[in-house]
């Protein structure tokens, strides 16, 4: 409730035509997310978007979230909702590529990148679309890290701990210009993923938000940030893992070699 006095979430912006159907693809990366699928698919064929398609990546989730995908894609009509059922766990930065370019070689105009456990609340796209537009932005990221946003009062006080570490030492390294530079909800332009030929990226887990966001300042392209309420997650576990920590950890060290 105090959210959304706030108007952090809520009820969804309604857009004017032609933003309002936008073809814009949501990528939902899943693994082990069998409770969270269903609401947040829900949630977003809820928004006033008509547009709107969901392109779910499970990476064969022994929780069965794979075939929940399918029963929505048969629910929701298989134009609407697409699942590709990847062979194993290979991480969510494999996931967010295929889903991208598949999205891309589909034709969408937008992409949407967000975590599946609810975390990145689904009313907040609209608002995010709309200041894409309105900016002549490339991409426009959900930022945890800008006046206004807040983190989940829920998360523990050693992954907040984390977050703002990781976050200010790839500041430092990269100086990339961008608070969040961590962050999973973003909406870029498919001529953005294009530019960044984002079917060449490597990087797994955090580093792969952070290589995204390298390239895109890269190549000169225009990123704006809009404060979000970060929600823990709804159901379910974390996948972060070790490995993915100390990559992030090595990413933003090799990507500053390079460009030396
Ligand atoms: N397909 C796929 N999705 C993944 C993988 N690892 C994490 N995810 C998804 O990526 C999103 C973010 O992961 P999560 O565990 O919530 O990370 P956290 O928010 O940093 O704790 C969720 O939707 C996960 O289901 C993976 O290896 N493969
Ligand atoms: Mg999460």
Redesign the pocket.
């Known amino acids: 409730m105090a959210l959304r006095q706030r108007g952090l979430t809520g009820q969804a912006v309604e857009l004017p035509e032609p933003w309002s159907s936008a073809g814009l693809t949501i990528v939902?990366?899943?693994?082990?997310?069998a409770a969270?699928l269903p609401v947040i698919v829900e949630a977003l064929f809820a928004l006033p978007l008509t547009g709107l398609r969901i392109l779910v990546?499970?990476?064969n989730?022994p929780d069965g979230t794979g075939a929940i995908a399918d029963e929505l894609a048969a629910r929701f009509g298989a134009d609407r909702l697409t699942v590709v059922h990847?062979p194993g766990?290979?991480?969510?930065g494999?996931?967010y590529v295929d889903g991208m370019t598949r999205a891309l070689e589909a034709g969408a105009e937008f992409v949407v990148q967000m975590?599946?456990?609810l975390?990145h609340a689904p009313e907040y796209l609209p608002q995010m679309l709309g200041t894409l537009l309105a900016t002549d932005a490339d991409v426009v990221i959900g930022s945890r890290y800008v006046c206004g946003a807040s983190l989940a009062r829920e998360w523990a006080w050693h992954?907040k701990a984390l977050s703002s570490f990781a976050n200010m030492y790839v500041r430092v390294l990269l100086h990339l210009g961008v608070r969040d530079v961590t962050a999973?909800f973003k909406l870029w332009r498919s001529s953005a993923l294009t530019a960044i030929d984002v079917a060449s990226v490597r990087s797994?887990?955090?580093s792969f938000q952070v290589e995204m966001n390298y390239r895109s300042v890269q190549h000169g392209l225009k990123i704006v940030e809009v404060p979000i309420h970060f929600a823990d997650?709804r159901e379910?576990?974390?996948?972060?893992s070790f490995k993915v920590q100390l990559e992030s950890a090595m990413m933003p060290l090799s990507l500053r070699r390079r460009a030396r």
Request: no cysteine; aromatic share 6%; net charge neutral.
């Open positions: 939902l990366p899943t693994y082990n997310e969270n990546a499970d990476d989730s990847r766990k290979q991480g969510l494999r996931a975590d599946s456990d975390s992954r999973g797994n887990g955090y997650r379910g576990e974390s996948k972060m």
